[in-house]
C-alpha cells in the first residue's frame, strides 16, 4: 500500500511541477537557484507551490491565467513547498513580513517583497477571485508588455 502510495505521490508532485514549467514558470530547485532568480532587475513572480487540493484547482489555474494580462511581471518562477524544501526556505526569507504560506504567490521588485497573496487569501477562494487579486497587483507594480 505504502509503494503505491509514493507512485500516485510522485505522479502528483511531477504533474503539478510540468503545469508551472509549462505556464512559463522557471522552477528554481536550490537556494542558489533562488539567489540568482530572485535578485533580478525587475518584477518577480513567485508561486510558493504545494500538493494540496487548493494549489491544483485554486493556486496553479489562477498562476496559468493571470499572467494573460495587460501589465505583467517580468519574471515568473516557482519553488514547491514540501519538496525543494531548501529553495523554498530560501524564496521565504526574501517574504519580509509574512509567515510561511502555501499555496502562495509573492511579487518582488528588485529583489524586494511588495505584495503576497497568502494561503488563507487562495484556499476557499475560487481561480477568478485569485487571479482579479494578481492582476490588481499587476496593475500597480508592473511594467505593460
Given amino acids: 500500500m505504502s509503494m503505491n502510495f509514493n507512485f500516485f505521490m510522485n505522479d502528483v508532485?511531477?504533474?503539478?511541477?510540468?503545469?508551472?514549467?509549462?505556464?512559463?514558470y522557471q522552477e528554481l530547485k536550490s537556494?542558489?537557484?533562488?539567489?540568482?532568480?530572485?535578485?533580478?532587475?525587475?518584477?518577480?513572480?513567485?508561486?510558493?507551490?504545494?500538493?494540496c487540493g487548493c494549489a491544483g484547482g485554486i493556486a496553479r489555474p489562477a498562476a496559468l491565467h493571470s499572467i494573460h494580462f495587460d501589465k505583467r511581471p517580468d519574471h515568473l518562477v516557482t519553488?514547491?513547498?514540501?519538496?525543494?524544501?531548501?529553495?523554498?526556505?530560501k524564496a521565504r526569507e526574501y517574504f519580509e513580513g509574512y509567515p510561511p504560506s502555501s499555496p502562495?504567490?509573492?511579487?518582488l521588485k528588485d529583489g524586494k517583497i511588495v505584495t503576497m497573496v497568502e494561503r488563507h487569501e487562495?484556499?476557499?477562494h475560487d481561480p477568478v477571485q485569485v487571479i482579479n487579486k494578481l492582476q490588481q497587483?499587476?496593475?500597480?507594480?508592473?511594467?505593460e508588455v
Fill in 137 to 143: 497587483a499587476f496593475e500597480q507594480h508592473c511594467e
Fill in 31 to 51: 537556494p542558489e537557484e533562488v539567489d540568482e532568480a530572485l535578485s533580478q532587475k525587475g518584477t518577480t513572480l513567485v508561486m510558493v507551490n504545494s500538493v
Fill in 122 to 124: 487562495i484556499e476557499g
Fill in 79 to 89: 519553488v514547491f513547498a514540501g519538496q525543494d524544501k531548501d529553495a523554498t526556505a
Fill in 104 to 107: 502562495s504567490f509573492a511579487l
Fill in 13 to 24: 508532485v511531477s504533474q503539478a511541477r510540468e503545469e508551472m514549467v509549462n505556464a512559463g
